[in-house]
């Protein structure tokens, strides 16, 4: 009898930031593989129950839940409630986040701390009390979404790149302390996709736009952001039992190459 390793039939995936964009295309996964969604979505309500109701004309089991991943008691409330009405937390994909296009030596102390907040110190808030239901049930998958800025720096994105720098480091360190209990810490790293984060940057004519076309041995920007579903499936199911503390770079090549001149094909 062969065993799907990659079937998430049964378990329960927590998605922040799951209302758009990337978060929304590897929701869309998870539950196409077989999990309960449950979304997380901060900004409005109409906005969540757009996005539970899409996953649902999927034929998703899905459901929503408004609150702010930096604020510890909102977290603590909301995922008692979840883990009450819809099951214990299997899989937790800390996917929110934010950025500021902002020179370093501009940038105002509290726009830093806001991007440091969200991308940084939410997922570990999120992690940190998610957690503590799978050390009981000795087995869970955490997944944080990284950034080519894990790796890279980038001139106005400093900020980002401290956070996500710094949550690559983070994911190794809960692999470290977590794997003893069976839960399986890992990142995905995305590179750059046409979503609405990137929309400023990725316009014709735009020199990072022909830049990232000429900078990616895929010769294209992550086009469709279902490239995703599959390091998200991987990091959420069995076939990565032994996996832990890595990033998985989806990024069309960026991060293998030193780039080329714009003249060379
Ligand atoms: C930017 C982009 C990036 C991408 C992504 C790349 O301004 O450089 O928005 O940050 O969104 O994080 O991995």
Known sequence: MSI???DLTGKVA???GGTHGLGQAMAEGLGNAGAT???????????????????KSL????SGYLFDVTDEAQVIKNIAAIEKEVGNIDILVNNAGIIKRTPLEEMEVADFEAVIKVDLVSPFIMSKHVVKGMIKRKEGKIINICSMMSELGRSTVGAYAAAKGGLKMLTQNMATEWAKHNIQT??????????????????????????IINRTP??????????LQGAAIFLSSKASDFVN???????GGILATIGKPSNED
Not at 59 to 62: D, L
């Open 4 to 6: 799907n390793l990659f």
């Open 14 to 16: 927590l998605i922040t």
């Open 37 to 55: 969604l449950v979304i997380n979505g901060a900004s409005s309500q109409d906005k969540l129950n757009t996005a539970v109701e899409h996953y």
């Open 59 to 62: 034929g998703i089991n899905a």
């Open 186 to 211: 890992n990142g995905i790293g995305p590179g750059y996709f046409a979503t609405t984060q990137t929309a400023p940057i990725r316009v014709d004519g735009h020199p990072f736009n022909d830049f």
């Open 218 to 227: 895929a010769a294209r920007w992550g086009g469709d952001p279902k490239d």
């Open 245 to 251: 503390g890595q990033v998985v770079y989806v990024d």
